[in-house]
């Protein structure tokens, strides 16, 4: 009697074998298969991830990447100690860069103040996509008086570059900033309040400047 069960026959056993390594081989490379789908769908989920967080015009992170980092940088100062900035930036009269220009170049200042504003912040600092001409900077580790240095420095940047147009035209850019810092004795409402009231009066005064003065 053979190894199967029935009458050891050559041909038989041959048979068999040769079916369980086909089964194996195609075992294989369906194992392959689904392991660089899950691959596939791993990449898909974190790109979708990404995107979610991600301003698609500008290449920055969006409010709720925003927010997100907000809520950590919070709890990391919490425990430390330490202060941190927040400042709304506006780019200064862009309606009438929309109404001059159009859609297509409006976008084509949106991307450079994005670029221009993260060029010039320091490597712990983050800039957001806010609302359509509003930017959120936030600023790890400094009281009112240090996030208003690191901030005027992006102001002055921003001036600088001006934003060269396909056509060859140049236009100047510049922007607004209302500045707060959160501290322990501060919560994030008052602060957010604050640097939102502080970019009012920024506009309101003149624009192309940082205030920090008092609100109401």
Known sequence: TSLF??????????FIFALL???IFILYHVMQWVRLLLVELLCKSERLQEMAYTDFLTGIGNRRDFQNHLKWLQAQSERSGEPFGIALLEVDHFQDFCDAYGGRVSEILLRHAAKTVNDALRETDRVFRWSNQQFALLIPGVDLPSA??????????????????PDGGVIPV?????LDAWS?????EEVM??????LYLAKKL???????????
């Not at 069960?5 to 041959?14: A, F, I, L, R, T």
């Not at 208003?148 to 934003?163: G, M």
């Not at 309040?193 to 502080?198: I, T, V």
């Open 5 to 14: 069960g029935g009458s050891e026959n050559p041909g038989d056993v041959y």
């Open 174 to 178: 510049t922007v607004s900033v209302g």
């Open 21 to 23: 390594n086909g089964s």
């Open 184 to 188: 322990r004795v501060s919560t994030l």
């Open 206 to 216: 003149g624009r192309n400047r940082v205030y920090t003065g008092a609100v109401n």
């Open 148 to 165: 208003r240095i690191v901030v005027e420095r992006v102001r002055r940047h921003v001036e600088r570059a001006r934003l060269f147009l």
């Open 193 to 198: 309040s604050n640097a939102d009231q502080r």
